[in-house]
């Protein structure tokens, strides 16, 4: 019955009111999203012609070589990305490498092709409805399952390549039913007689000359026309006495006072309107007092664009208000800015302030002395211990490659004597001073695993391993699962000590070193071929399981040896051999 419902709701309402509209306003409508502001057709441009207030957007889709549907006008990439070619002779993986943005300037580098099915939920999200134009012939079926699947059937219209549309689905409409289309300079006489016919009026402003015609757009709407189609969403905004400053006015006023929610959450939208100049705002609700808000500041400073320049944030790293320069910290470490502007705060006394400079300069270039970092790693707040070990060895690695690892020896030992002495209290339930200590440990253990994977000088490998093939099943084994991981791209050809670490009583270390073997590629395979003959018979099987899962065709005639002289492995061989055979191209 749902279903019948929103068919007779197209059938019936080629120009209904988008379901945030109030009856008798006029309705704006946006062609190719907002193309003048944002890259065209691109997820963002589709939501800041939302947030400017169209009620109907306009977006362009075309199939991709491999069926997937994507928003796209002329398919030329020379014209919208970095790419060459056609959108319909383009695998979509490969559009996803392609910049979407850069074509518009420097602050949209990074954009990238829209996916159908995204676009059809940011407008489900956004409460607007969409005009889809279908640029490729044939691709009806797909596009009308797609928007069933997002529920937005009685959303849309169609243009363009829809005739199989039409067949498939008769109660789809187009832009143009039963709504006249006219150029600017219509009148008041003209639009009373379109309504007459029970026809809506559309004032077109969109690749007419008059694109920027604000006086031309007031007029229509004083004619009383039902909506005007607009390239510039700004400009019509205003037209229709909607116009986008008196909502950023709202969004200001709600991020000035209130409760912490509400203001951050009016910061973050402010935060995703583009083209206005709010940065003075977001610097100064970035040294409000409340974490929660200073932080969707700096959030909102970071996504600005064009890019905030690092000085802004200068006045709020002297803050009275410790979680302003932890905020600063964070979002100078995220912008890549000099290291250098960060030093003074190594000397801050507060913790969060302390553990976001030194999280921060791990992400940042220029020159911290090994002097200052050191001294931090054994610092009294684990926090603070392994945010150190980050900007160490970004900074210093040869330094932090001795210093590390008997810091995290230290750290180890103590989160292993938490844990025996949590047994030996039987389990009890913690007390929240406890947990922290207990959690403070582990995440510091995370970080310094971390920073030893980031090393890259002589000695890092062996160090990684160390940690990675350490056994136990104690209250640190955390490191060496998280290390094993680390290994995955790093083994290299030297898999000599982890084909060692499939010998371990210890049944997980084994387990995770053999599917590190798997995941690691081929390199490996030389010193997994030779324990294929290991005496050790815990070995040898997890070798054949490695070769198997590998697809090493190299192995095929050890395994096929090993078949005749072993009774213990035959099933095993056979199910190996089976495997390796399946990887090969059939004759």
Known sequence: MKRIAALLLLAFSAFAPAQNSRAGEVQLLCHRTANQDVPENTLESLEEAALLGCNVVEIDLRRTLDGRIVLNHDGILERLTDGIGEVEQTYYDDLQMRDAGGWMGERFKGLRITLFEDA??????????????????????????????????????????????????????????????????????QVNAFHEQDKKVVANFSANKHEMDLAGMKAAVAAGVDGINVDYPRLGADAVRRPVELRLKALIAQANSGESSERSRAILELSRYRGFYLQSEFVCWLLDGDDHVSRAAAIALLKARPKTPAVVFGKALQSDHSDA????????????????????????????????????????????????????????????????????????????????????????????????????????????????????????????????????????????????????????????????????DKIGRDAQPAVQALASSDMQLADRTEWMLIQAGRGVLPDVRKALSSDNSAVRERAIRIVAWQGDIDSIGTLQAMQKTSASDTALIAWAVEKIESFQPQP
Request: charged share 25%.
């Open 120 to 189: 059809l939920r940011l407008a489900r999200a956004r409460d607007i409805r969409l005009v889809l134009d279908i640029k490729t012939k044939g691709i009806g079926a797909e596009v009308l399952e797609l928007v069933r699947r997002e529920g937005m059937l009685e959303r849309v219209q169609f243009n363009g390549e829809w005739d199989d549309v039409k067949k498939l689905y008769p109660g789809a409409t187009t832009a143009g039913d039963r709504t006249a289309w006219v150029q600017p300079g219509v009148s008041a006489e």
């Open 325 to 488: 320069r932890a905020n600063a910290a964070w979002a100078l470490g995220m912008t890549g800015a000099d290291a250098s502007v960060l030093l003074p705060l190594l000397r801050d006394k507060d913790l969060h302030v302390l553990q976001e400079t030194l999280m921060a300069l791990g992400r940042m270039p220029g020159d911290v002395d090994a002097k200052v970092l050191l001294p931090l790693l054994s610092y009294a707040n684990p926090g603070v211990r392994g945010a150190a070990a980050l900007a160490l060895a970004s900074h210093q690695p040869e330094v932090a490659l001795k210093a590390i690892p008997p810091q995290l020896q230290i750290e180890m030992k103590t989160a292993i004597r938490l844990g025996q002495d949590y047994e030996r209290r039987g389990r009890p339930r913690l007390t929240q001073a406890e947990t922290d200590e207990i959690t403070g440990h582990f995440r510091c253990q995370m970080k310094m695993v971390q920073a030893l994977s980031m090393l890259k000088v002589p000695g890092a490998l062996r160090v990684l391993e160390d940690q990675a093939f350490r056994p136990g099943e104690d209250s640190a084994q955390y490191d060496g699962i998280v290390s094993t991981f680390q290994l995955w």
